[in-house]
């Protein structure tokens, strides 16, 4: 009977995830604030506090994401991407396609029939198809980004972008606001225009089906639906999508103890 | 104010030589007035090396001092003084950073400008452009420049080559090529005469091609010694051990340069010594110009067990007897029929292979003769012509050949606000664990 430790250390959200023979036992997500290397620790105490262990019971622990390499206590690190593959194998064998929709990054990751990755591609340094998008929605729209997904959904004619930047698109939100559009249509339009470029990426790496949606994007069930449009097939979409990768690290040092 | 650049290492001590080659280039550029030489702005592969070497007129290679300029995170300045002419970033920063520091140049009346790296480059006196198929931005940077040095005359060629068209015969087609290159170099050649006021030696040129030849094929067994397993070099080095082929062809120093380079391979080899230690991955640098300033990339890979014993990049010669060139006596036909049969060469080999292009023909043909487990592409965004081609060719090669790992980085080769060390770091990262499954799943 052996505990293992992932975390995921993104750029807004730490993730910590205990595993025990091969089941998720806890996990935790906190903000990650300034400091990653606190925001590692303290998401995997709080996760290890509510099985009442402490680190020393930890057998093996594997870091990954922005803040990954600076997680000391860690016996290893991964990247999330290779994370992701892994967590969304576990989660869903069948699914070939990930897309990772982070805070700073959107991914398209192609998997192999063990899960491990065959492609990848991230965004070309473009808030564009990335939650940063979501963020600044909110934002404009005076409400919180966990509200968008089901207002999304009331729309009743989903604004036109002329844009697919998310800087632009600011300003051109603005606009249509001042020209009597509702919230609802201008986060639909806002997902659509992330969906196309999220699925510009899946493009490039070759779309394989079954797709999956993981982070903290997946929360937002309007781009889910708008994703699974500009696809043209429904998509999965784990439980909490944004431990996905900290489940991944997990599997990995499962494995690890597993082969040694 | 410029950027901490981070120190590079080189895995061959015949590349840390190559600071004095660069150095060297720039220093004549500046010191050629006091010794009565004509200097021109002069542009990679373009034929006319030869041309300007047996004429004694010092080339001034902007292209190299803006990768310069780049390396030591020290261009912003020119970039920002081309874009306060409304010189767009998206242009290729080779040029806006050249021109940008024309532009300074001209406003202290030819004076270099304080601070320029390694000590800047002087003033030219006839601009040698070159459009040819290789880069778009050559048709209208020598004319761009011109708007401020206006009394500096310009000659622009082309030295075009057949186009790839899998159902034509190119055969049939290079003589005429060769035919139009020649005349673009014997105007080329009647337009430093004019400028110098000197007659070309016709002798001398000849032996200056003959030695450019010499030096070709020195260059190509020096590098296949990189297929060794472990290989001795990688690309991090062959990006400073081209500047002899690339900027001093037609010169003894740039031959020698590779008789040192060809010793030290072989001495690595026999001891048994190679880049990354273990040697885990091999990879084929398939296509791009690299990010200047952030050439530690490549130690970042070794430090992982990745190497790159091959690149296409800078590797712009061939073995003379590969290329089957026709006999003449003219060097300047000569020097057409190198120039076209270099291109032409891989396109047999394109014929043979349908939906394969002569370009991704010769990224198989590095793939299999180096035994590389994967390729990396390098898309600088301001580098349109190459850019825009690395989707297909990367696309084409996963169809044609087989679906190897392949890793698409962005930046620029110049512009250091398209970079991201991290990101890049994390993108590598996770490209050698798609390679650590590639290989799982080949056994």
């Not at chain 2, 050949?401 to 890793?407: A, E, G, M, V």
């Amino acid at each position: 009977m052996a505990f293992v430790l992932g975390i995921d250390v993104g750029s807004s959200y730490s993730k910590a995830i205990v595993l025990e023979e091969g089941e998720i036992r806890s996990y935790a997500v906190i903000p990650s604030g300034g400091d990653y290397r606190e925001a590692g620790r303290v998401a995997a105490r709080a996760a290890l506090e509510e099985l009442n262990l402490t680190f020393g019971d930890i057998a093996r622990t594997v870091a990954a994401g922005y803040g990954g390499n600076m997680i000391d206590f860690a016996d290893d690190t991964s990247t999330d991407i290779s994370c992701h593959a892994a967590g969304v194998h576990y989660l869903f064998p069948s699914v070939k396609t990930v897309m990772d929709v982070g805070a700073q990054y959107s991914r398209a990751i192609r998997l192999d029939d063990e899960g491990r990755i065959a492609n990848f591609i991230m965004n070309e340094k473009c808030a564009g198809g990335s939650g940063k998008f979501l963020q600044v929605a909110a934002r404009i729209l005076g409400i919180k980004v966990s509200e968008i997904g089901e207002l999304s959904l009331t729309a009743q004619k989903a604004v036109e972008f002329t844009t697919g930047c998310a800087v632009f698109a600011e300003s051109e939100a603005v606009s249509r606001i001042s020209e009597g559009a509702s919230p609802a249509d201008i986060l639909a339009g806002i997902h659509n225009a992330m969906a196309s470029k999220i699925v510009t990426l899946v493009i490039r790496v070759g779309l394989t089906p079954d797709c999956a949606v993981t982070g903290g994007g997946a929360m937002d069930i309007g781009l889910v639906k708008a994703i699974g449009r500009e696809l043209g097939t429904s998509v999965f979409v784990p439980e909490e999508p944004r431990i996905t990768a900290a489940l991944g690290a997990a599997l990995m040092a499962r494995e690890t103890l597993k082969t040694s | 104010m410029a950027e901490e650049k981070k120190g590079r290492a080189v895995a061959t001590s015949t590349a840390a030589k190559i600071p004095k080659f660069v150095r060297g280039n720039l220093s004549a550029t500046l010191k050629a007035k006091e010794e009565g030489k004509k200097v021109a702005a002069a542009f990679i592969a373009d034929g006319q090396d030869e041309i300007m070497r047996a004429m004694d007129i010092v080339p001034a290679w902007g292209e190299s001092f803006s990768g310069v300029c780049a390396a030591k995170r020290d261009a912003e300045k020119y970039l920002q003084k081309a874009e306060s002419d409304n010189f767009s970033r998206s242009l290729c920063t080779y040029a806006t950073c050249n021109i940008g520091f024309d532009m300074m140049r001209e406003e202290l009346g030819g004076a270099t400008p304080e601070g320029a790296p390694w000590g800047g480059m002087g003033r030219p006196d006839m601009m040698l452009g070159n459009g040819q198929l290789l880069c778009d931005p050559r048709f209208k940077w020598p004319q761009a420049t011109q708007h401020y040095q206006q009394d500096v005359p310009v000659f622009v060629t082309n030295m075009y080559y057949p186009p790839w068209d899998p159902n034509a015969d190119h055969h049939e087609q290079e003589a005429i090529y060769v035919k139009y290159a020649t005349e673009e170099l014997r105007e080329t050649v009647k337009f430093c005469e004019k400028i110098t006021g000197k007659k070309m030696d016709w002798d001398r040129l000849a032996a200056t091609v003959e030695l450019s030849d010499k030096t070709w094929d020195l260059f190509i067994d020096t590098y296949e010694l990189r297929k060794h397993i472990p290989t001795p070099m990688d690309t991090g080095d062959a990006m400073n051990t081209m500047v002899p082929l690339t900027f001093n062809l037609g010169t003894q120093e740039a031959y020698d340069f590779y008789v040192d380079l060809n010793a030290e391979l072989r001495q690595k080899i026999a001891d048994g010594v190679g880049v990354a230690n273990p040697e885990r991955y091999r990879i084929i640098w398939a296509a791009g110009l690299p990010s200047w300033f952030a050439l530690g990339d490549f130690q970042y890979f070794n430090g992982k067990g990745v190497v790159f014993p091959v690149e296409v990049t800078y590797r712009g010669c061939e073995k003379i007897e590969r290329l089957d060139l026709p006999k003449t006596n003219d060097p300047l036909e000569h020097i057409a029929w190198r120039w076209v049969r270099y291109w032409t060469h891989w396109y047999d080999a394109a014929k043979k292979r349908p939906g394969s292009t002569p370009k991704v023909e010769r990224i198989i043909e590095y793939i299999e003769d180096y035994k590389c487990d994967g390729a990396v592409f390098h898309s600088a965004f301001s580098c349109r012509s190459w850019h825009a081609g690395i989707m297909q060719q990367a696309a084409t090669l996963k169809k044609v050949y087989k679906d190897i790992p392949i890793l698409i980085m962005e930046g620029d080769i110049v512009d250091i606000s398209s970079y991201n060390e991290a990101d890049t770091h994390n993108r590598i990262d996770a490209f050698i664990e798609t390679l650590a499954a590639y290989k799982k799943r080949q056994g």
